[in-house]
């Protein structure tokens, strides 16, 4: 299962990134679908979770306030949208879907949860 991740770039500090992420049907639809992230010489970190109709949401720290996880199920896409952008921001940033969760899963931060990823796209912020 390949998920696509796009709108990776450079945008300037303080400026706007929405990145998106596309699945196959049934692995989107079926799933809750979460944004991580890895900065040079960093761990992967979590960032942003959506349940399966995009109801609840959850963010890591750094970005609450921030950022704003959504899908879109008719198009099979999922949306980070971050606002405020920092330096620290800069990292690749990967979406993932977890196809086990059920409708009243809620969206988890713990990366094991999610069983396929995207290829990695690169966000780049500049002072």
């Known amino acids: 299962v390949q998920l696509q991740a796009f709108g990776g770039g450079s945008v300037q500090g303080g400026g706007s990134l929405r990145l998106s992420c596309a699945a196959p049907?049934?692995?989107?639809?079926?799933?809750?679908i979460a944004w991580f992230r890895q900065a040079p010489g960093k761990e992967r970190e979590f960032v942003a979770a959506?349940?399966?109709?995009?109801?609840?949401?959850l963010y890591a720290d750094s970005v609450k306030g921030r950022a704003t996880i959504s899908r879109d199920n008719s198009k099979r896409t999922a949306f980070l949208q971050m606002n405020s952008a920092k330096s620290e921001d800069t990292a690749v940033y990967y979406c993932a879907v977890d196809t086990r969760a059920i409708l009243s899963s809620p969206p988890r931060s713990d990366p094991a949860y999610y069983h396929y990823w995207g290829q990695g796209i690169q966000v780049t912020v500049s002072s």
């Open positions: 959506v349940n399966r109709n995009g109801g609840r949401t």
């Open positions: 049907g049934r692995v989107f639809s079926h799933g809750n």
